[in-house]
């Protein structure tokens, strides 16, 4: 079982000088560390942001071409799916719970509730955090994740029975790469969001987008209501011609690329 | 002022899978977690922490040529000052307390606690973390920290005046791009461990040794073991002869090259 303790979180939001050069950076690490407070997020999840942050440096913080053209395809699969839904775990809630809910209403996916670190207490929160946004149901919360996936471990298997249990696909961001491995063994198509292009859910995904959950979800929105009178026939093609490898293999080019450029302009 | 409130941690040291690919991580990352219990890391940490997670990745998780020879310049340097001090944060003491205090013995420099959140409960806590693992005097806690340093605003200029204040060079690690600075103004030299040669910590140091700071800290204390015998004039050379810009873009091209690799290998 979990052991749970009681510590001290200082918010140092008022202490950030509005000249800092990385302000807005210092901005959203205190939006998580705030909704540490509450129980929707867990330290395990600001390491996550820490290593995300480190990525979106490298990418230069802004939406590349390979992203873009993994977005079309994500909007082009959740107009194709019968029952696409989006998991929902604490760092998503916490940095963009509005723009998820949009989503949400725009593609017909329900929000389910999925978290590493299970717990009813933090799924409730979460789930308050996504009905204060605008959420009109939210799935995965409490008895609700009463389906299991064989292929996980301990409460990483409790799914929705309304939810990810019966979804053709599954947006998910930031996951750990056995979830990830799970959902498409059980023949799940998967778009994922992960800044990290060699991570397992990067490589295991049908669509990987590499770039800041936080850019990618209004982007998705968008590109979602401009191909919704699309053909499913050019909805198809556009999935189709989507390569996840060879897209990966430009977000790694282009990385290498930046580097080699600051290191000449050092 | 800081708010500070109240919560819940769960610890998942237990909930770890002994097969999981990225075991030992996963551990490494339990520790800060379970130091933030006692207050001795911030959530802020996690987050640099997890940054940190990201650049060691993308050097492969080993210590590099570069980072072999600036450690042998900091080894240099640190035989050479006169009066050396290793500036401690919460993750140091957190990661690698024993380590630290062996280091602190062999070149004779004071530990001295020095935090970007300051606050008292949080010296103490670190006092008695390096206290526990051998130290015989910690500098840097309460009213020890009376003296400032200019350039910098509110708690964070705070200094020994038997320790940083006084010190030719400082050996930090994870620091502040404005505290790093601010001791480059002060006439001070400065080694950095930082894992992002990118940082303005590492762009400013006079050493930057771009590794993790678990693997260095050991590495460089028996560094000095092996050079305490060379002459002044040899340490010297060792010393002038390491530029640090260079040094950094090397690390630079390794990460790229790397990159660049791991693309074609997909």
């Known amino acids: 079982m979990d052991s749970s303790h009681d510590i001290k979180v200082w918010s140092i939001r008022n202490l950030i000088p509005s000249t800092h050069p990385r302000k807005d950076t210092l901005l959203v690490r205190e939006k998580l560390v705030e909704?540490?407070?509450t129980g929707a997020v867990v330290p395990q999840?600001?390491?996550?942001?820490?290593?995300?942050?480190?990525?979106?440096?490298?990418?230069?913080?802004?939406?590349?071409?390979?992203?873009?053209?993994?977005?079309?395809?994500?909007a082009a699969l959740l107009l194709l799916s019968s029952y696409p839904v989006i998991s929902v775990n604490g760092n998503m809630a916490a940095l963009a719970p509005k723009e998820l809910v949009e989503l949400s209403k725009e593609v017909h996916a329900p929000l389910e509730?999925?978290?590493?670190?299970?717990?009813?207490?933090?799924?409730?929160?979460?789930?308050?955090i996504l009905r204060d946004?605008?959420?009109?149901?939210?799935?995965?919360?409490?008895?609700?994740?009463?389906?299991?996936?064989?292929?996980?471990?301990?409460?990483?298997?409790?799914?929705s029975?309304?939810?990810?249990?019966?979804?053709?696909?599954?947006?998910?961001?930031?996951?750990d790469g056995d979830r990830t491995e799970a959902l498409i063994k059980l023949g799940k198509k998967v778009i994922a969001v992960d800044l990290n292009p060699l991570s397992r859910t990067s490589m295991t995904a049908s669509i990987t987008?590499?770039?800041?959950?936080?850019r990618v979800v209004p982007k998705?929105?968008?590109?979602?209501?401009?191909?919704?009178?699309?053909?499913?026939?050019?909805?198809?093609?556009?999935?189709?011609?989507?390569n996840n490898k060879d897209n990966l293999k430009e977000s790694l080019k282009f990385i290498s690329?930046?580097?080699?450029?600051l290191a000449l302009s050092l």
Do not use: P, W
């Not at 999925?114 to 933090?122: A, C, I, K, M």
């Open 35 to 37: 909704q540490m407070e």
């Open 45 to 74: 999840g600001l390491i996550a942001h820490g290593r995300g942050e480190c990525f979106d440096y490298l990418l230069g913080e802004r939406t590349n071409a390979f992203a873009e053209r993994s977005i079309e395809a994500a």
């Open 113 to 128: 509730v999925n978290l590493f670190y299970r717990n009813e207490e933090r799924e409730k929160k979460i789930g308050e």
């Open 133 to 159: 946004a605008g959420a009109s149901e939210v799935l995965g919360v409490g008895i609700d994740a009463s389906e299991t996936i064989q292929e996980l471990f301990s409460e990483r298997r409790k799914v």
């Open 161 to 175: 029975s309304r939810g990810i249990y019966r979804a053709d696909t599954v947006f998910l961001a930031m996951e």
């Open 209 to 214: 987008i590499v770039d800041n959950f936080i």
């Open 220 to 242: 998705l929105t968008t590109r979602v209501k401009e191909m919704k009178n699309m053909s499913k026939d050019e909805l198809q093609r556009i999935f189709q011609s989507f």
């Open 257 to 261: 690329e930046r580097m080699s450029q």
